[in-house]
């Protein structure tokens, strides 16, 4: 399973962009990258999922480098409910052994 | 259901006591997998279920820890002679496939062992 290496934390105002970058340089051919938020008191919750390029969906968007070695969850205009973990994950078809790390902790400042 | 279910929401137990976690996946997901959560840190898997077929038990962590899914639908996971580390959130997750669209996990069950 690929290891991925994202910040511990950020910090950012409500109503700008975030982008967390996270780094997994020992990506396989068929991984897929997937990032999960997480509330305290709640389970993961799927954010959105990509192979290469870019992919955006109605809550982020998500860049991924030709060489695929990183990726950058940008969420935009963030308001004081994103504040959360942040979890980038790195597994192929049939890797169902996710490998959580502890994640980027978010938090959204008035 | 709309989502997964996982119950109880908290469970307190004495050391050494067997407790029962017990896990609802969405309608028609095939796959169910169950991860431990301790405090600040990362999920640890645990073990996954996939159809009909053997389960993958490879990230249990001792042999008190064990699992079941019955009908494919529903998951228990039991832990027997419960130890304080053992306290921790247990998380269950389903998807369609093999989670290549992303799991849906359940809120969880907060097990503390006094």
Redesign the interface.
């Known amino acids: 399973l690929a290891k991925t290496t994202q910040p511990i934390s950020m910090d950012s105002y409500e109503g700008q962009e975030v982008n967390i970058t996270c780094s997994h340089n020992n990506i396989a051919t068929n991984d897929y990258i997937t990032w999960y938020q997480q509330f305290p008191s709640q389970g993961p919750r799927f954010i959105i999922q990509g192979y290469k390029t870019k992919v955006t969906n109605e809550v982020a968007s998500l860049f991924i480098p030709a060489d695929r070695k990183s990726s950058t969850l940008s969420l935009p205009r963030v308001s004081l409910s994103d504040t959360a973990v942040y979890y980038c994950l790195v597994g192929g078809a049939g890797s169902y052994q996710l490998t959580f790390g502890k994640g980027t902790k978010l938090s959204v400042i008035p | 259901g709309a989502g997964?279910s996982q119950s109880p929401s908290n469970k307190v137990t004495e050391k050494g006591k067997d407790v029962e976690l017990r896990c609802d996946p969405i309608s028609g997901h095939t796959?169910l997998?169950w991860?431990r959560q301790s405090l600040?840190?990362?999920?640890e898997?645990l073990i996954?279920f996939?159809g009909n077929s053997a389960p993958?038990k490879?990230?249990l962590p001792s042999d008190r820890f064990s699992a079941e899914r019955t009908g494919g639908s529903v998951s228990t996971l039991t832990i027997q002679r419960t130890q304080q580390e053992d306290s921790a959130v247990y998380?269950?997750?389903s998807s369609n496939?093999?989670?290549?669209?992303?799991?849906?996990?359940?809120?969880?069950t907060?097990l503390t062992v006094v």
Do not use: M
């Open positions: 997964v796959a997998y991860y600040g840190q990362g999920l898997f996954y996939q993958d490879s990230g998380l269950c997750a496939k093999q989670g290549q669209y992303g799991y849906t996990f359940g809120s969880g907060r």
